[in-house]
Nanobody, 119 residues
Framework: QVQLVESGGGLVQPGGSLRLSCAVS????????MGWYRQAPGKERELVAD???????NYGASVNGRFTVSRDNAKNTMYLQMNSLKPEDTAVYYC?????????????WGQGTLVQVSS
C-alpha cells in the first residue's frame, strides 16, 4: 500500500521560508506525477505545484516565483521550498501522487501539514 507522509509545516513570520517534504513508501514514486495542494479555512483545495516523472513543473498563479517544487527519486521524496511567505499562504498543505502508465488509476493523498504565516 502506498503511503504519503508530509512534514515541515509550522508557524513562520511573513516574508519567511519553509520547506515541506513528502516521503512516499514503495517504489511507485519514480513512476508518478507528484503534487502539492493546499486548503485554507472556508476555501476549496487548490493546486500549489506539481512535478512530472521527467521533472517538468507547474505552479499555481499565486505562488509562481516564490515556491519551488522538486523531487529526489533516490529518496522517494518530493519537496516544496516556500519563500517570501504571505499570510494568505496559511493553509493545510497536502501531498498528492498520481500514477502513470499501467498505474494511471492510482491516486493517493497525504494527511496534510499545517502552514501558518503570521506575525
Amino acid at each position: 500500500q502506498v503511503q504519503l507522509v508530509e512534514s515541515g509545516g509550522g508557524l513562520v513570520q511573513p516574508g519567511g521560508s519553509l520547506r515541506l517534504s513528502c516521503a512516499v513508501s514503495g517504489s511507485i514514486f519514480r513512476l508518478s506525477t507528484m503534487g502539492w495542494y493546499r486548503q485554507a479555512p472556508g476555501k476549496e483545495r487548490e493546486l500549489v505545484a506539481d512535478i512530472t516523472t521527467g521533472g517538468s513543473t507547474n505552479y499555481g498563479a499565486s505562488v509562481n516565483g516564490r515556491f519551488t517544487v522538486s523531487r529526489d527519486n533516490a529518496k522517494n521524496t518530493m519537496y516544496l521550498q516556500m519563500n517570501s511567505l504571505k499570510p494568505e499562504d496559511t493553509a493545510v498543505y497536502y501531498c498528492y501522487l498520481k500514477g502513470t502508465g499501467i498505474f494511471r488509476n492510482l491516486e493517493v493523498w497525504g494527511q496534510g501539514t499545517l502552514v501558518q504565516v503570521s506575525s
